[in-house]
């Protein structure tokens, strides 16, 4: 008994007395003041960045308080954390950060931390990568539970090939937030797509000699199976002085539509002179969104790739959206939504639609279509009932954002974010309440507070998923060795 | 009292351990810690002890990190290949006259870590030269003490003979299986062996002392080293009337940068300046890209190349200290402190790169002690030499450096005109050269144009077609003279019909110092 208490005490530590008042919140990394949290996530430890030699952190919630803190760090037991949530359900918790500097307690303003009454999906997943510029080694694609610190990985590249005959992989994308229907691609070494259907497992090869390039980025149809993809040819090129150090540009680039069952790609949009990609579809399957860039090359003698890195601040895309017949499997009304090139001299890139339909979420910035790697992307919304646009403060921050998603009861939002310092993408979450608006953005919770100053590879990619995916890493090894189908192409 | 002779042999071996490691190796074994990288702390632990060679691997890269200073990681790796051996006679019960047969396997271990040349920029399995010595130790240690359990359950006498190897093969495969895992123990597909070059290439010495001075801003001693390579080379031709001996790309490169940082760059012919691609026997395929081009860069103020460098060859080849530095060093003088701020609070867990790490991470409190820094001093005039343009090396960054310097438009610091110039003669850009030349000139009235550009001039005046009219300078006479010597020892050495290579070679020691030597006679420029 006496050992229990002990180590009782040792995880929790005296609150201590007499400690001096600080008029400012503490600064804590990473920054978990005055956000708005599902119930059922995994406990937001943290580290209190004040040059400290003990902190303690009291966190006061309805019906109790306990503490917690060694040295720089405060570390949530996941039992009593979920107690703490269960109970603050709605409601708030008020954290008193007290850190001992020089020997003497001071104790910080207190913060709160609102617990929505809203849950967030249980998982999500993304691509592991070093932010590197051409070379790669080791990528994943792995899926993390937000309910605790679990993290698996859904494939991993090095398990089929490394060196000359490595093979990139990305692009992973579900139907509706469910994984069995899913797919990610495989290019170089083994290359194709892993398509899940109903759980069934299949290798694909999407390119077929009528399109450009086999599919790259996807959006599965809600309820029919049905794949938009673009097709791009894509180049990157390096900044010998701009920060943002990279421009991944097209040269040209179209939209296909995939038929699962019948194996089929067909054309939905290869106009001239514009670069058409990131298709996303309505939660109903009736409308298409995508993004264009009007693009004219101007210089015959010139290779596009040439051209293109000229005039790469040319390139700015629009937001289209075209009505979808699931039936007929038709496209019509081709419409621009948000004229951003040409009235605000901006680009606009990775739509994504609320599950209700209300709401469509972007990323914007001055020009191109690779965001992640412009430091003044911003993540926007248009209300679609209204068509007016808004940029999400709340979620962004003086570096790029990129790739929002919504979690699939469409309260919360995920982000692609730099925030931190610039380099490494890290996924950021944020509150959407009923009233369609946007709270104060909070990083992905980890175990340890110091993880992603400590760990050198961006989550790109960040997607919702409400159950795991049950394909083993092996599974999909032994499917990647195998020659992939080829697709059919279909005349429209 | 009489000591054994196991201790003797083992005396012996230990000696001639520390004259082939820390006496006659240290500066590749410093070279191994800077390419090898451990961090304290479970994130760094997990995800070597996950994905790269398991535990081993992290206690070999720990291990590692004490070759910073040579003698040290060289001690415990001699410790631990001194257990081996009497490891060794004790599993085997080997008898003392028998007991050099116990050290075959410390003595190919030794071989192992003199054996990687240059393979130590290419290995891509963290904490490799320590990796063989703990996979047998653990195999021994394995053996030694399951031994006495499994003894007792053994009759058969043959068995009791055969059981040391057994349960050493049972470990090895234990090992393998679960603690390195195989496919990750990519070295051992990979490796040939170099062992000539660790031991007996000048210039791969050469290459990594000048690294580690131009590292640390030891300009001096970056040229005191190319010096000494060329009083080896010339020491060399007097004795044996060999061939030229050329030093590498790099070497070149790296003394350019230091002349160039002493405000000396126009002596750059002076000190040899026609590299050549390493030698080597059995070593990897070799790159600058992956050599030293990240520090390249960084010294000619190219920081976005030299970030992106350093992080190319950390996702190829796994992160190292000295990447890790390189882009702690990039994100400061780019003014990306936050990401500064990463990289050093990484280094600064380090045992011994934590005091650099400190030292820079001051500048992060202080804009003033940044900008004063020699660091910043040094390089912040080569950073503003253009404006932004998209542009990729594709792997060869001295061409890139030639092409981008020969090419400026404007070399509006008395730096960069030199920078400029020099490029231009050093890629034989004639065009270039003659443009900068005559900006120079207009630049500089009333002053005396450098010999070097005198010589540059003087030869590509006198072409056809020349952009550069003779008569709007005056040429030294002593420069003048001496390019009318050579033209007519090199009329003189045609007609009686030697081969070029000939000619080079008997115009080396009169001319050898000369841009027109290297413009005639030097046609191996070779990119890797």
Redesign the interface.
């Given at each position: 008994m006496g050992l229990i208490a002990l180590l009782a005490a040792c995880n929790h530590p005296d609150v201590p007395t007499g400690a001096q008042q600080e008029s400012r919140l503490p600064r804590i990394y990473p920054d978990y003041t005055e956000v708005t949290i599902p119930y059922n996530i995994c406990p937001l430890n943290f580290a209190v960045q004040e040059g400290a030699e003990e902190v303690v952190a009291n966190l006061k919630y309805p019906g109790g308080e306990l503490t917690y803190g060694k040295e720089q760090k405060v570390q949530i037991e996941e039992d009593e954390w979920k107690n703490i949530m269960k109970a603050s359900k709605g409601k708030s918790i008020e954290v008193d950060v007290y850190a001992k500097i020089a020997g003497t307690w001071k104790v910080f303003k207190p913060f709160n931390i609102y617990v929505a009454e809203d849950s967030i999906d249980h998982y999500i997943s993304y691509r592991v990568i070093?932010?590197?510029?051409?070379?790669?080694?080791?990528l994943s694609i792995n899926q993390r539970n937000l309910t605790n610190f679990d993290e698996r990985e859904i494939y991993s590249n090095?398990s089929v090939s490394?060196?000359s005959t490595g093979q990139c992989i990305n692009c992973h994308s579900y139907q509706n937030y469910r994984t069995d229907n899913m797919l990610f691609h495989m290019r170089q070494g083994f290359g194709g797509t892993m398509l899940v259907t109903h759980g069934e497992l299949r290798k694909i090869d999407l390119k077929t000699n009528e399109t450009l390039s086999a599919g790259v980025y996807p959006s599965w149809h809600p309820t029919k199976n049905l794949i938009a993809f673009s097709t791009n040819k894509t180049g990157q090129?390096?900044?010998?002085?701009?920060?943002n150090?990279i421009?991944v540009q097209d040269t040209e680039s179209d939209l296909i539509l995939y038929d699962v069952e019948k194996n089929e790609v067909s054309i939905i949009s290869e106009l001239d002179d514009e670069l058409e990609v990131f298709p996303t579809w309505s939660p109903d399957g009736k409308k298409l969104y995508f993004c264009s860039a009007h693009f004219e090359y101007k210089n015959d003698s010139l290779a596009k790739e040439t051209e293109m890195?000229q005039r790469?601040t040319e390139v700015k895309y629009d937001l289209y959206c075209a009505d979808f017949n699931p039936e007929t499997k038709e496209f019509s009304n081709l419409e621009k939504i948000y004229n951003a090139a040409d009235s605000l001299g901006q680009s606009v890139t990775l739509p994504r639609v609320s599950p209700d339909g209300r709401y469509l979420l972007f990323a914007q910035a001055e020009y191109g279509c690779f965001h992640v790697w412009h430091a003044d992307a911003d993540i926007y919304m248009m209300d679609l009932a209204t068509r007016k646009v808004q940029k999400l403060d709340a979620v962004n921050s003086p570096r790029s954002e990129s790739y929002p998603s919504w979690s699939s009861n469409g309260r919360w939002i995920m982000v692609d974010s730099r925030r931190?310092?610039?380099?490494?993408t890290r996924p950021v979450l944020a509150y959407f309440d009923k009233s369609g608006k946007a709270h104060k953005a909070f990083a992905l919770p980890q175990k340890?507070p110091?993880?992603n100053?400590?760990?050198?590879r961006s989550f790109n990619r960040p997607e919702f998923m409400i159950e795991p995916v049950t394909i083993t890493p092996q599974e999909f090894a032994k499917k990647a060795k195998e020659d992939a189908v080829p697709a059919k192409y279909a005349r429209r | 009292m009489r000591i054994q002779i196991k201790y003797i042999y083992l005396s012996a071996f230990i000696i001639v351990a520390y004259i082939l490691l820390p006496v006659m190796n240290a500066d590749y074994l410093y070279t191994i810690q800077d390419n090898n990288v451990f961090?304290s702390?479970?994130?760094?632990m997990m995800?070597v002890v996950d994905?790269q060679g398991g535990w081993g691997s992290w206690i070999a890269c720990y291990l590692t990190q004490f070759f910073y200073h040579p003698w040290l990681g060289s001690t415990i790796l001699i410790a631990l290949w001194a257990l081996i051996y009497l490891l060794t006679l004790q599993l085997f019960n080997i008898k003392d006259k028998y007991s050099p047969l116990a050290l075959i396997l410390p003595l190919l271990l030794l071989f192992n870590v003199l054996d990687y040349g240059y393979w130590i920029y290419y290995a891509k399995t963290p904490g490799f030269p320590f990796l063989p010595t703990l996979i047998l130790l653990f195999c021994l240690l394995f053996a030694l003490l399951l031994l006495p359990l499994l003894r007792r359950t053994q009759h058969g006498k043959w068995l009791n003979e055969l059981l040391p190897v057994e349960l050493c093969m049972l470990a090895g495969a234990i090992t393998l299986i679960f603690i390195f895992p195989p496919?990750q123990i990519?070295i051992l597909n990979n490796h040939r062996p170099s062992f000539l070059t660790t031991l007996s290439d000048k210039n791969f010495k050469h290459e990594m002392r000048m690294y580690r001075a131009l590292d640390e801003f030891r300009y001096d001693d970056v040229i005191k080293e190319m010096e000494a390579y060329e009083k080896e080379a010339s020491a060399s031709r007097k004795e044996s009337e060999a061939d030229i001996d050329f030093p590498t790309n790099l070497m070149v490169i790296y003394k350019n940068i230091a002349l160039m940082q002493t405000g000396r760059l126009d002596r750059m012919f002076e000190l040899n300046n026609c590299g050549t691609i390493p030698k080597q026997n059995n070593g990897p395929e070799i790159h600058i890209s992956q050599l030293g081009s990240a520090l390249i860069y960084y010294q000619f103020g190219?920081m976005?190349?030299a970030?992106?460098r350093a992080?190319?060859s950390?996702?190829?080849y796994g992160?190292s200290f000295r990447n890790l530095k390189m882009m702690a060093r990039t994100a400061l003088m780019?003014r990306?402190f936050?990401?500064a701020?990463?990289y050093l609070?990484?280094l600064k867990t380090s045992t011994f790169h934590r005091e650099w790490a400190k030292e820079h991470e001051r500048w992060l409190m202080s804009s003033t002690d940044f900008l004063q820094s020699m660091e910043y001093q040094t390089l912040a005039p080569l950073m503003h030499d253009?404006?932004?343009?998209?542009?990729?090396d594709h792997g060869l960054c001295d061409r890139f450096l030639l092409q981008?310097f020969a090419e400026l438009p404007q070399a509006n610091t008395p730096l960069l005109e030199d920078v400029a110039l020099c490029m231009s003669l050093w890629a034989k850009n004639d065009y270039a050269f003659c443009v900068h030349f005559y900006d120079y000139a207009h630049a500089h009235p009333e002053e005396t144009i450098p010999h070097l550009y005198q010589e540059a001039a003087i030869l590509l005046g006198t072409a056809e077609n020349s952009p550069i009219e003779m008569n709007d300078f005056r040429f030294d006479p002593l420069v003048s003279d001496k390019f009318n010597r050579f033209v007519s020892t090199y009329n003189t050495l045609l007609q009686q019909g030697l081969s070029e290579k000939e000619m080079g070679k008997r115009m080396w020691e009169p001319f050898g110092s000369t841009f027109w030597w290297y413009y005639y006679f030097y046609t191996d420029f070779t990119l890797y």
């Open positions: 070093q932010p590197s510029y051409v070379a790669y080694e080791r090095m490394t060196e090129s390096f900044h010998t002085k701009d920060l150090k421009e890195i790469y931190d310092d610039g380099n490494y340890d110091y993880f100053t400590f760990f050198l | 961090i702390g479970h994130t760094f995800d994905h496919q990519n190219q976005n190349f970030f992106r992080m190319e950390a996702v190829k992160l780019n990306e936050d990401m701020e990463k609070s990484m253009d404006a932004n343009t998209l542009d990729d981008h």
